[in-house]
């Protein structure tokens, strides 16, 4: 007997929440926003809007489904099935968080702000979602997945990052798959996908007025920036930027110790050592997104 669809709603606390939590009540909450000319008012509308699309989603679902509710602090430690369909509440970045985590299951991205929220990922209004659990119309979304020599992975939606764990430079030897080899010291390596040429990646493209074509969020192939790499009688700044397309990789040697992560999620890291290889390319699996 097969089971029924599980509904699985997505979150994060809001500010009020957050800061209710640090201050412990919300007089005194209230009081520190005043001190520093912000009101309460603001982050009670928020606050209220998300709990009204919350509730809006929950009534929504169908009787015979399971249901959970998974906040985002709690992703890397919750059970997702292959059954289950995701529904995220909240910002585009919150898509992103919990793409890492999923293997086929389709999302769909709830905007509870639509004036705050640009909507890239969570597109739809939260009355909508009686129709879009009926009939859901999919589109794949490219992902990016990075792998160590030892067997370590992670996939990311928007971007992968590699460098220092702290502000210092990293350093390492970059290969791409132009057989260009550098020893290289920087802030950095972003690899990004289509949808994140939105963000990060973007900020770094302009800033550098480079003449790449960024991909487009389905395109199976990324792009690639070396941030403030520092030129040096060992370290050059020759190779630093550049597209992948699969199943080409982008090939990173540590020499010093490096971090990498995905989408912003610091708490959910690999650790490459002095020596470990890093290869970078177009994930296996893809976001299916709910459009």
């Not at 309460?40 to 606050?47: V, Y």
């Not at 640009?118 to 490219?142: C, Q, S, W, Y």
């Not at 997945?145 to 702290?166: F, M, P, R, W």
Request: aromatic residues 6%.
């Amino acid at each position: 007997m097969s089971l029924p669809p599980r509904a699985v709603i997505v979150h994060r606390a809001t500010e009020l929440t957050e800061l209710v939590a640090r201050h412990g009540t919300r007089q005194q909450a209230g009081f520190f926003l005043t001190s520093r000319g912000r009101d309460l008012a603001e982050l009670d509308a928020r606050h209220q809007a998300q709990q009204d699309a919350l509730a809006t989603v929950s009534a929504a679902i169908p009787l015979d489904w399971r249901r959970a509710v998974a906040e985002r602090n709690d992703l890397d430690r919750f059970g997702f099935g292959p059954e289950d369909v995701v529904i995220a509440v909240g910002q585009d970045g919150l898509v992103a968080n919990v793409a890492k985590y999923l293997d086929g299951q389709p999302v769909i991205g709830i905007n509870p702000e639509p004036a705050r929220n640009p909507g890239v990922l969570v597109p739809h209004e939260p009355a909508a979602i009686a129709d879009l659990l009926a009939v859901p119309n999919v589109t794949a979304r490219t992902m990016v997945a990075a792998s160590t020599d030892d067997g370590q992975q992670l996939i990311a939606l928007n971007e992968v990052y590699v460098g220092h764990h702290s502000h210092q430079s990293a350093r390492y030897r970059l290969s791409s798959p132009e057989s260009l080899a550098e020893r290289q010291s920087s802030s950095g390596v972003l690899v990004g996908t289509g949808t994140g040429s939105t963000g990060w990646c973007r900020s770094a493209w302009q800033e550098r007025r480079s003449p790449l074509a960024l991909p487009a969020p389905t395109d199976p192939a990324l792009c690639w920036f070396v941030r403030e790499a520092w030129p040096s009688p060992a370290t050059g700044t020759d190779n630093t930027e550049g597209l992948l397309k699969a199943p080409d990789t982008l090939t990173i040697t540590a020499e010093s110790d490096l971090v990498v992560f995905g989408d912003g999620m610091e708490s959910d890291t690999l650790t490459v050592t002095w020596g470990q290889r890093l290869e970078i390319g177009v994930a296996p699996v893809t976001l299916q997104l709910v459009v």
